[in-house]
């Protein structure tokens, strides 16, 4: 069984009904704020997106200057060594250059 809504005044069967009209823009106005949710959802879904890509490059810097920070450590320590080792090699130059020096010098007069 189908309920008709009574007609109201000399409108046509083929002119929508008041109620009819409402309905529809109603429907258009749903429409159109489904839309716009659908969009700000995908939106927001885009921006977390993005805020988790940053947070992983956040953190792939981190370790980045991390790992940098235990290289310069071992380079300066390095350093340090040969910083050392190249002043007791130069004290030994010094050393070896003096008595040759000394026997060179002392060479021609015997």
Request: hydrophobic content about 40%; aromatic content about 0%.
């Amino acid at each position: 069984m189908s309920t008709r809504l009574p007609i109201s005044g000399p409108a046509a069967p083929d002119q929508p009904s008041p109620e009819a009209t409402a309905l529809e823009a109603a429907t258009r106005r749903l429409s159109a704020a489904l839309e716009a949710l659908e969009a700000a959802v995908e939106r927001r879904c885009d921006a977390d997106r993005d805020e988790d890509e940053l947070a992983a490059r956040i953190h792939a810097l981190g370790a980045d200057r991390s790992r940098l920070a235990d290289e310069l450590d071992g380079a300066l320590v390095r350093a340090r060594a040969l910083e050392r080792a190249n002043r007791e090699v130069a004290g030994r130059l010094d050393s070896a250059i003096d008595t040759i020096r000394t026997v060179i010098g002392e060479e021609p007069s015997s």
